[in-house]
Nanobody, 127 residues
């Protein structure tokens, strides 16, 4: 079992920055993918940033160049650095993980294919 706990959400004005954290505990797979998803009210959950155990990353076009996903392997913690935030970035942000999946493979998978999820952290961006 893998446990994921997000933190770092909050309210910020447009063009501001936030850093989200996702602390992972429990069983550590040798190969895995970790993803930051988000879900705005009335919209489907979407993956925005992906990283795998090799350190490969990929991003949704909507956040490319503004968001950075990275992992502190010593702390077993995933991060999402969000810069130049826009009101459209307002959503609940979730951390998810799936073993034996690469970041490239994750792009083509539905949310239901990810087995481990955190509880989410709210990000609100005001104009």
């Amino acid at each position: 079992q893998v446990q994921l706990v997000e933190s770092g959400g909050g309210s910020v004005q447009a063009v501001g920055s936030l850093r989200l954290s996702c602390a992972a505990s429990g069983y550590i797979y040798s190969r895995y993918c970790m993803v930051w998803f988000r879900q705005a009210p009335g919209k489907a959950r979407e993956g925005v940033a992906f990283i795998d155990s090799d350190g490969s990353t990929s991003y949704a076009d909507s956040v490319k160049g503004r968001f950075t996903i990275f992992k502190d392997y010593a702390k077993n913690t995933l991060y999402l650095q969000m810069n130049s935030l826009k009101p459209d970035d307002t959503a609940m942000y979730y951390c998810a993980s799936e073993p034996y999946m690469t970041a490239i493979q994750a792009l083509g998978h539905a949310t239901a294919d990810f087995g481990y999820w955190g509880q989410g952290t709210q990000v609100t961006v005001s104009s």
